[in-house]
Structure formats: structure tokens, C-alpha cells
């Protein structure tokens, strides 16, 4: 057994060098997504309204009410069922909605056959390295579209 015990005296240089090493380590950073996370966990946290929970754990007035409901709309609509269809079906032929749209579908086929007459003309007269290249070119400017398109969404998309 060693009779010397350590002192004070004998801590100091080691404690010294410790806290002049310690003071050289740079300031711990913290992650990038460490606010991100404290404030969903800040949301999770708070309490969930009702409308916003399952229907199971609404207050017990609200689900009897919304029973009834749900119950008085299926009454009616079985002793009324062939009302509320033929009022529909008013409702649709009164819109015209398949003429609306046949006449948008006829509009989209007459400017597709409109390009695709184009580029048939310009495949008979254009030579086949030009026509390439130009078909080569509009691709590279329509991706270089859509990548700046997205890349400006990124950037000036309100963050969460």
C-alpha cells in the first residue's frame, strides 16, 4: 500500500491542464433538426380538439347527436330514396356536365393532333440529326423547367 495519499497540491496541474483542454474543445453545435423536433413535440402536446379525434372518443351528447343525425339522414333517404335520386338526376342533366366534358376532351385532341401534324412535317422535311436535336433540346428545356419550377417551390414554400 502506497502510504502518500494524493492532495490538493498534487491535483492541481492535472486540473489545470483538464479545464485548458476542456476550454479548447469548440462549442458543441447543436443538430439541424433539433427545433424541428422540440416544436412537434411541443404540438403533440397539446390537446387534440374534438372534432379532430375518432368519432369513439368525441363527448357522449356529440355522438348521440351525430347518431341521431346519421340515423334521421338514413330514415329519410329510405322512405324518400327515389326522390333524392330523380332530384339528382335533375340536378346532373340540368348541368350538362357530359357535354362540358366532351367538349374540353375534344379541345385537348385537337391541339395534340395539332403537335403531333407538326412534328410529323418537321420528321419529312427537317434532316434526322436536326430533328433529333431539336426534339433532344425541347427535353432538356422542359426538365430544366420542371428542376427550376421545383428548386423554386423549395425555396419560397412556407416552412413548417
Do not use: Y
Not at 462549442?27 to 412537434?40: C, F, K, S, T, V
Not at 397539446?46 to 379532430?52: D, F, I, V
Amino acid at each position: 500500500m502506497n502510504p502518500r495519499r494524493n492532495t490538493t497540491e498534487d491535483m492541481e496541474p492535472l486540473a489545470r491542464w483538464a479545464g485548458r483542454a476542456l476550454g479548447e474543445l469548440p462549442e458543441p453545435r447543436a443538430p439541424h433538426d433539433l427545433l424541428a423536433g422540440i416544436l412537434e413535440r411541443v404540438r403533440r402536446g397539446q390537446p387534440t380538439p374534438w372534432h379532430r379525434k375518432p368519432w369513439v372518443e368525441w363527448p357522449v351528447a356529440l355522438r348521440w347527436a351525430s347518431a341521431g343525425a346519421a340515423a334521421l339522414f338514413l330514415a329519410l333517404a329510405w322512405i324518400e330514396g327515389d326522390a333524392v335520386l330523380d332530384a339528382a338526376r335533375r340536378a346532373v342533366r340540368g348541368m350538362d356536365a357530359w357535354r362540358t366534358v366532351h367538349e374540353a376532351g375534344s379541345g385537348i385532341l385537337a391541339v395534340a393532333s395539332a403537335c403531333l401534324g407538326a412534328a410529323a412535317r418537321a420528321w419529312e422535311h427537317l434532316p434526322r440529326p436536326w430533328f433529333l436535336g431539336v426534339v433532344a433540346a425541347l427535353m432538356a428545356l422542359w426538365i430544366s423547367l420542371l428542376a427550376s419550377g421545383a428548386a423554386l417551390w423549395r425555396l419560397l414554400r412556407p416552412t413548417p
